[in-house]
């Protein structure tokens, strides 16, 4: 399974006022992506869907 982690070009906002701004992307198979505001988290997610069966049973073990 092919899975990088990129920065993207600007920053984009996400949320409310007080949430980072999302700075990276993990681009999975197909159109699979996820923006992360720092490399941290960005790598931890990677980790956890190279060990799930897909995106949403990773975004759910990350989110815990």
Do not use: C
Request: proline share 8%.
């Amino acid at each position: 399974m092919n899975i990088r982690i990129e920065k993207l070009e600007r920053p984009e906002p996400a949320g409310d006022w007080h949430d980072l701004p999302l700075r990276w992307i993990v681009v999975g198979p197909g159109t699979e992506t996820q923006k992360f505001p720092n490399q941290t988290w960005a790598k931890r997610y990677v980790a956890i869907r190279r060990r799930s069966a897909n995106q949403f049973e990773a975004i759910r073990s990350f989110a815990l």
